[in-house]
């Protein structure tokens, strides 16, 4: 029987993130576009993102932030009973899924895996499954978001490229006597999925007429969209816990637009400072922004033991959703 077993339920026991070596500034941008680091910082407040190089995939950044959480964690690879990687930018199109590839990697021998893309929205979803699962089973679970959407982008597409960035971030889940993981909210409107898409897939037979198979994205749709439903996911997190913003220590929203942000708290009328962002540095990093941004402030000694940390996202699909964490580990 698992040491673990017995315990109703699941908490965070390890963090890592990574973001590949290469960066590329505004001012790089600048070279091959016809854009300017003023308008690129003034609208949506990035300054720099990371990106693979050739040969570096989602499984490589997954399997770096995967080792980071499970040594963070002092867990061992075969103490894991799944791996659950969110991405929308897996290896392989279809399979293998990147999730058993990190598996195989790490050496996780009695775990499942399996992929779930929610888009930039996938760590809070993953986060959702990962603790009923993680509790249910009595046994490790590790959630792992990677994304490489600059091989997703034409990057002669400055309303696109300049947005996004390369990266993975990590969580370590244990069975636990108190609930680290506490609440989640999801959600998605499947009405507005042309609002983000990248024309690709079973719907576009090889070798049958094929658009270009970039994102395409109609960013003014989704910006209100992104403020309304952070801003629900807020306070329908916050009031289904008897709780107020002010009981929150940490606020990490995805990391899409600075704008966004600063319309969510303008609606909720509290500072922008109450949300942590790390956007100049890292840009949309898709489902692994969250859990980057978590890590940025947990290795930055920022969180302590009971603090209470909200998650917050929103992506294609379009889907939404967060989770409340009461901080354990
Ligand atoms: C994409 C986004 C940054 C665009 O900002 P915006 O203020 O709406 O800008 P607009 O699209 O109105 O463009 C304004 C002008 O800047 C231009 N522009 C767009 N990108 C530019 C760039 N990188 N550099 C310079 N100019 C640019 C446009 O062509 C337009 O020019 P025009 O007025 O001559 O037509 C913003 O809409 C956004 O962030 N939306 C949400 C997208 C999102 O979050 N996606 C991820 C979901 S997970």
């Known amino acids: 029987m698992n040491v673990f077993s017995q315990k109703p339920f699941a908490r965070i026991a390890g963090l890592g993130s990574y973001l590949p070596e290469k960066v590329v500034t505004n001012h790089d941008l600048e070279a091959s576009l016809e854009t300017t680091d003023e308008w690129i910082v003034s609208h949506t407040g990035i300054q720099q993102r990371h990106v693979v190089?050739?040969?570096?995939?989602?499984?490589?950044?997954?399997?770096?932030?995967?080792?980071?959480?499970?040594?963070?964690?002092?867990?061992?690879?075969?103490?894991?009973?799944?791996?659950?990687?969110?991405?929308?930018?897996?290896?392989?199109?279809?399979?293998?899924?990147?999730?058993?590839?990190?598996?195989?990697?790490?050496?996780?021998?009695?775990?499942?895996?399996?992929?779930?893309?929610?888009?930039c929205t996938g760590f809070p979803y993953a986060l959702a499954f990962a603790r009923s699962y993680c509790a249910c089973h009595g046994a490790p679970v590790l959630?792992?978001?990677?994304?490489?959407?600059?091989?997703?982008?034409?990057?002669?597409?400055?309303?696109?490229?300049?947005?996004?960035?390369?990266?993975?971030?990590?969580?370590?889940?244990?069975?636990?006597?108190?609930?680290?993981?506490?609440?989640?909210?999801?959600?998605?409107?499947?009405?507005?999925?042309?609002?983000?898409?990248?024309?690709?897939?079973?719907?576009?037979?090889?070798?049958?007429?094929?658009?270009v198979p970039f994102l395409q994205m109609n960013g003014k749709a989704i910006f209100p969209f992104a403020v309304r439903t952070m801003e629900d996911v807020i306070y329908k997190l916050l009031e289904r816990n008897n709780l107020k913003l002010s009981d929150i220590r940490h606020v990490i929203p995805h990391q899409a637009n600075r704008r966004i942000i600063e319309a969510v708290a303008r609606h909720m009328d509290v500072p922008v400072e109450r949300f942590f962002l790390n956007i100049d540095r890292v840009a949309n990093t898709s489902s692994a922004s969250v859990p980057i941004a978590l890590d940025d402030l947990y290795r930055a000694g920022s969180i302590q033991t009971g603090d209470r940390i909200l998650t917050i996202g929103f992506g294609a699909g379009l889907t939404f959703g967060g989770n409340l964490l009461v901080w354990n580990k």
């Open 53 to 119: 190089v050739e040969g570096q995939n989602c499984s490589d950044l997954g399997i770096m932030a995967a080792k980071r959480a499970l040594e963070d964690a002092g867990i061992s690879a075969d103490e894991l009973c799944m791996v659950i990687c969110a991405t929308c930018t897996a290896d392989y199109e279809n399979f293998p899924t990147t999730a058993c590839l990190i598996q195989g990697a790490i050496g996780a021998v009695n775990a499942g895996a399996v992929n779930l893309n929610a888009a």
């Open 143 to 211: 959630v792992v978001a990677a994304e490489v959407i600059s091989r997703l982008l034409d990057w002669h597409d400055r309303s696109t490229c300049v947005l996004f960035g390369d990266g993975a971030g990590a969580a370590v889940l244990v069975p636990s006597d108190e609930p680290g993981l506490v609440d989640e909210v999801l959600g998605a409107d499947g009405t507005a999925g042309n609002a983000l898409i990248r024309p690709c897939g079973t719907r576009f037979p090889i070798d049958g007429a094929v658009g």
